[in-house]
């Protein structure tokens, strides 16, 4: 029995493949009818290959088979791979087709077409969508840059875990979470795995990561937010500085640029997005006060000293970088301690600032990070600074009573690294099925 071929392989592998018979599967992108020959183009999502039905080559029954055929009905063909005489180099000379299935009414969306539709319509018909190869492209690209991540720590002796996503307290200890009702009691969605993955460092496992969903019930709808996105997370204890942490993030986002111009497997990506990214032997490191000033002083843009960056910030920072390090990226580092989670370890000259990062690329957010407190009585004081309840997070200070490493850590959004990527308008357009404060289906 025939194997079953990817378009893409035939055409990187031609020698292997030139007047022999092949087997390919796919939908039907256009159908040509001539007469006394049919040129149908096949797609799936690596490639368009074209298929000739022929009287003389292609048998009479194959032939009457053909004029069932519509657009996006789904086939396996079988022919002979011959030169082509179209601007698609090769082409099958078609011996038989088996129709799988067909549209049962006109298809409400075009896949080759479907990126000039309105984004809320390509979500209603999502399967159509995706169909589009230059929207696959995307969902290629997002699987790469996860299965990176995954090699890249491990590589590094860090051990994936898998943490709970029903929870009993938020992370951060604020509303913005989705309340879920477990088994009569009140439990949460996971904000973060933040406080696992310290327990998997505190453990023993030392070098813990996750790549999981993650959910936020932020009223934002905004073309950088999503309430529900995966986030890829690592943890490492026995850190020297927060700079251990920032160096594991860097080595990341090097790997990343450095593979993504040669992987085979980004092949059809690279046929719709140009993947260069412009990153330095070492990403600038710039911190928060220093980046008040630039603010200030390139662009006339004010914020408080002990204000977070916002939208506009981020962006103008992304500029400067780019101009006076010629990099897409930059470590906003010592965050002011109002804007960031009690469990954020303080500076100890001055802890109205902390060992907490952002890691922006092309100007937005894509990681967020920190030296991590590890002490228990400093611990309770955050809380308490932060106003929290320290009786609702017992289950978390416990862990810290029987002997801490010093650790941090980090997260980051994985649609958000694909819409920078790609030069995305929208981080939706990185997610298959979006969640925002208006979309729940399909």
């Given amino acids: ?19 022999k018979d092949i087997k390919i599967c796919g939908w039907v992108s256009n159908i040509r009818d001539l007469g006394g020959v049919k040129f149908v183009l096949l797609r799936d999502r690596t490639g368009v290959l074209q298929l000739v039905f022929k009287k003389g080559i292609t048998p009479e029954e194959e032939i009457e088979k053909s004029k069932e055929l519509i657009k ?5 063909i079988e022919g002979i791979l011959t030169e082509g005489k179209s601007s698609l180099k090769y082409e099958v000379q078609v011996k038989k087709l088996n129709i799988l299935n067909k549209p049962f009414e006109p298809i409400p969306l075009d896949p080759d077409s479907s990126t000039d539709a309105q984004f809320n319509v390509r979500l209603d018909y999502r399967w159509l969508d995706v169909r589009n190869r230059k929207v696959s492209a995307i969902f290629i690209f997002e699987s790469w840059v996860a299965k990176t991540f995954r090699e890249y720590l491990t590589d590094n002796g860090f051990v994936e875990i898998f943490t709970p996503k029903i929870v009993a307290t938020g992370t951060e200890g604020g509303a913005e979470v989705f309340p879920v009702i477990y088994f009569g009691k009140e439990a949460y969605l996971a904000q973060s795995p933040q406080f696992y993955k310290q327990l998997a460092v505190i453990s023993g496992l030392e070098r813990v990561f996750e790549i999981g969903p993650v959910f936020r019930a932020e009223a934002h709808h ?5 309430s529900e996105f995966h986030g890829l997370d690592m943890e490492m204890g026995y850190i020297s500085s927060v700079e251990d942490v920032i160096n594991t993030v860097e080595g990341f986002f090097k790997r990343m640029s450095e593979k993504a111009l040669s992987d085979k497997y980004l092949k059809p990506v690279r046929e719709f997005f140009n993947l260069e990214v412009l990153i330095p032997e070492r990403i600038p490191r710039i911190p928060i006060r220093e980046a008040y000033k630039i603010l200030e002083n390139y662009y006339g843009k004010h914020l408080e000293i002990g204000d977070d960056l916002d939208t506009e910030s981020e962006k103008l920072l992304g500029e400067y970088v780019k101009k006076e390090f010629n990099s897409d990226f930059v470590f906003v580092t010592e965050y002011p301690w109002k804007v960031r989670p009690f469990y954020t370890m303080r500076k100890q ?3 109205q600032w902390t060992y907490g990062f952002d890691l922006l690329f092309k100007g937005l957010e894509v990681a967020t990070g920190s030296q991590r407190e590890h002490r228990y009585d400093v611990l309770v004081k955050n809380l308490k600074d932060k106003g929290l309840d320290e009786k609702r997070f017992k289950f978390y200070l416990d862990f810290f009573k029987d002997g801490t490493p010093p650790h941090g850590g980090v997260g980051l959004g994985l649609e958000r690294i694909v819409k920078q990527f790609l030069n995305l308008d929208n981080v939706r357009e990185a997610r298959l099925l979006p969640r925002d404060t208006e979309r729940i289906t399909p």
Avoid: G
């Fill in 72 to 76: 996006e009905s789904i086939i396996c």
């Fill in 1 to 19: 029995m025939l194997k079953n071929n990817f378009i893409q392989e035939i055409y990187e592998n031609h020698q292997n493949y030139l007047n």
């Fill in 222 to 226: 905004t073309v950088r937010h999503l």
């Fill in 349 to 351: 000259e001055d802890n």
